[in-house]
């Protein structure tokens, strides 16, 4: 697991051997990526969920006009879950701040630049799938921290990470520290 970007959020691939249906993924299983520790919780979910027929993760696409740059662009999302009731759903997992259009300031900084074509890109990005998965008979959906709280994905936000090895700790030092104060130095 690593840790990258400006937000410093989680990454990683998902070892096949820690999942208890691997039958259930559809798609490449030796490199199932996750870019959030939500999107990994949600792993563990689908597989674990009984109504999860299959799942997949970032293994279908859709062309977009990608809105800052005028090209067409690919929009992998994060999700497309078969449920055994027949619905088939893909979905985006997002931080509920990014499903609402930033909060113009007073002056534009560059921060709020960033995050308006950020908003713009999500926005042609989801009404492209949306587009496509009305097209295809199946539903577009965002899942925030309030969804994953609901589905009792996301119980706590303080949660240990799954069947990840424990970082060892530090050895003690050799020098036990003291409460004397430190001698001056001689110059």
Do not use: C
């Not at 989680?10 to 490449?28: A, F, V």
């Not at 589905?151 to 036990?176: H, V």
């Amino acid at each position: 697991m690593k840790r990258s970007g400006p937000r410093k959020t989680y990454k990683g691939t998902i070892d096949p051997s820690t999942l208890e249906h691997p039958e259930k993924y559809e798609g490449d299983l030796t490199s199932i990526v996750y870019r959030s520790m939500w999107e990994r919780n949600v792993m563990y979910w689908l597989d674990k969920n009984p109504n999860v027929v299959n799942w997949a993760s970032e293994e279908i696409y859709f062309y977009y006009d990608h809105p800052v740059t005028g090209k067409r662009s690919r929009y992998y999302p994060d999700f497309f879950i078969k449920m055994s009731d027949g619905l088939h759903r893909i979905v985006e997992v997002k931080p509920k701040k990014e499903t609402s259009a930033p909060v113009q300031p007073s002056r534009k900084t560059q921060k709020y630049m960033n995050e308006a074509a950020t908003w713009m890109v999500n926005q042609e990005k989801w009404r492209t799938a949306q587009y496509y998965a009305k097209k295809s008979n199946m539903t577009f959906e965002i899942w925030t921290e309030d969804t994953l709280e609901q589905f009792g994905i996301q119980k706590n936000p303080k949660l240990k990470p799954l069947n990840e090895k424990k970082q060892a700790t530090r050895p003690a030092s050799k020098f036990k520290k003291t409460t004397r104060p430190r001698p001056k130095r001689k110059s």
